[in-house]
């Protein structure tokens, strides 16, 4: 496995809206979905998290909304996760330290 902190966080990212899914269904009693990459990204984490074959406008919606939020502005937990980034700390503390910064 690379450890290569881009690498780290492309793989990071690509794990955690399965993981994300995955938590919702055991929670809400059914079993976690096997991800769909021909979905894409938005439909994707639709699909992991309702269990349903997400529409065109659902899909559409999401990813607008992740590229707005991504574009214009970031929460408390991002930017904890971006200023623990910055001081050149590891990919694990990144993420911890935004979880922390979110809860």
Same mark, same amino acid.
């Given at each position: 496995?690379?450890t290569r902190p881009?690498?780290?966080?492309?793989?990071?990212?690509?794990?955690?809206?399965?993981?994300?899914?995955? %938590? /919702? %269904?055991?929670?809400?009693?059914a079993? *976690?979905?096997?991800?769909?990459?021909?979905?894409?990204?938005?439909?994707? /984490? &639709?699909w992991? $998290?309702?269990?349903?074959? *997400?529409?065109?406008?659902?899909?559409r919606?999401l990813?607008?909304?992740?590229?707005?939020?991504? !574009?214009?502005?970031?929460n408390a937990?991002?930017?904890?996760?971006? $200023?623990i980034?910055?001081?050149?700390s !590891?990919?694990?503390?990144?993420? &911890?330290?935004?979880?922390g910064?979110?809860?």
């Amino acid at each position: 496995m690379t450890t290569r902190p881009a690498a780290i966080a492309l793989r990071t990212a690509g794990f955690l809206p399965w993981l994300v899914g995955a %938590a /919702y %269904a055991v929670r809400t009693g059914a079993q *976690p979905r096997t991800p769909r990459p021909e979905l894409g990204y938005a439909g994707n /984490y &639709l699909w992991l $998290v309702t269990g349903a074959e *997400p529409s065109a406008d659902a899909v559409r919606a999401l990813s607008r909304y992740l590229c707005l939020t991504v !574009d214009h502005g970031f929460n408390a937990s991002t930017f904890a996760g971006r $200023v623990i980034a910055s001081t050149g700390s !590891d990919m694990a503390s990144c993420l &911890l330290g935004a979880l922390g910064a979110f809860l």
